[in-house]
């Protein structure tokens, strides 16, 4: 890793040193540290593409029963939740890395090294969406022959979508870790009484529409539940809509939001 003569690791807390942007080149080193253990372990990889198949197998029919409807048409409506609940699940298990990294130390000599703390939220919470591109991928294949069908731009925007969001919501996850370093159950109260409100009050596995209307009026303020919406549009191949602009700019205040959150908390730990 090669930086600039008069930069110090004091004086790289920032994104950027004059005359040269490393913000890049730092997230892409993260990454790459991040996700070394899941090359050297693919078990573990492995074993994470069970959960979604899971609620595929078990949740889908259900829905198809229940909604009376063709099942193709159900699984159009139904995968592209699965695939922001996957995401919203390995966002969220940012702040567990983060833990255990600080129980061994690691956590300290990352702060120490010549990296912007932007680089480190960001990169932390990209590795999360590796696993998840393979797992949207296998879920996709999967449902093709229910009589499901994917925009092939609508895919590839939707992960995009779902790694900005995904940034976001890991700095979040970031944060109440380290507010909870010497508190470690902590964390796991705040993680599930946090995850589930957000997932069933977006939608993404079972309709809102005639639910009651605190229900509603609740899911009309979660920001995941644009990106539900929007996920849907886009695999349905319907690229410029209200939809997809909406759950664009719900994912970038949440990725705002987080990263802004999240670098002060850095700062003050």
């Known amino acids: 890793m090669t930086y600039v003569t008069d930069t110090t690791p004091s004086?790289?807390?920032?994104?950027?040193?004059?005359?040269?942007?490393?913000?890049?080149?730092?997230i892409w080193n993260?990454?790459?540290?991040?996700?070394?253990?899941?090359?050297?372990?693919?078990?573990?990889?492995?074993?994470?593409?069970?959960?979604?198949?899971?609620?595929?197998?078990?949740?889908g029919p259900l829905l198809v029963a229940s909604s009376g409807l063709p099942a193709g048409e159900t699984l159009q409506w139904f995968v592209p939740g699965i695939l922001v609940?996957?995401?919203?699940?390995?966002?969220?298990?940012?702040?567990?890395?983060?833990?255990?990294?600080?129980?061994?130390?690691?956590?300290?000599?990352?702060l120490v090294a010549p990296l912007s703390r932007g680089a480190l939220l960001i990169g932390r919470a990209l590795k999360e969406v590796v696993p998840l591109t393979v797992q949207g991928l296998l879920i996709c294949l999967v449902s093709l022959?229910?009589?499901?069908?994917?925009?092939?731009?609508?895919l590839l925007i939707g992960f995009i979508l779902l790694a900005i969001f995904g940034i976001g919501f890991g700095a979040l996850s970031y944060t109440v870790a380290l507010g909870c370093r010497n508190r470690d159950w902590m964390f796991w109260v705040i993680h599930q009484t946090v995850?589930?409100?957000?997932?069933?009050?977006?939608?993404?596995?079972?309709?809102?529409?005639?639910?009651?209307?605190?229900?509603?009026?609740?899911?009309?303020v979660n920001p995941l539940s644009y990106v539900v919406q929007a996920e849907r549009a886009l695999f349905?191949?319907?690229?410029?809509?209200?939809?997809?602009?909406?759950?664009?700019?719900?994912?970038?205040?949440?990725?705002?939001?987080?990263?802004?959150?999240?670098?002060?908390?850095?700062?003050?730990?």
Request: glycine share 10%; no cysteine.
């Open 11 to 26: 004086q790289r807390s920032f994104d950027t040193v004059p005359g040269r942007t490393i913000l890049v080149v730092d």
């Open 30 to 59: 993260v990454l790459a540290r991040e996700l070394r253990p899941v090359w050297r372990d693919p078990f573990s990889a492995l074993f994470s593409l069970v959960q979604p198949l899971v609620f595929l197998g078990l949740f």
């Open 85 to 110: 609940m996957v995401a919203l699940f390995g966002t969220a298990s940012t702040g567990a890395n983060l833990l255990a990294e600080m129980q061994t130390g690691s956590h300290e000599r990352t």
């Open 145 to 154: 022959p229910f009589g499901f069908t994917v925009s092939g731009p609508g």
């Open 195 to 220: 995850i589930f409100p957000l997932m069933i009050l977006s939608g993404m596995l079972l309709p809102l529409e005639n639910g009651p209307t605190w229900m509603q009026v609740v899911a009309s």
């Open 236 to 269: 349905a191949g319907d690229l410029a809509t209200a939809a997809v602009a909406g759950g664009f700019v719900a994912a970038i205040i949440t990725a705002a939001l987080g990263l802004w959150v999240g670098i002060r908390a850095m700062r003050r730990a």
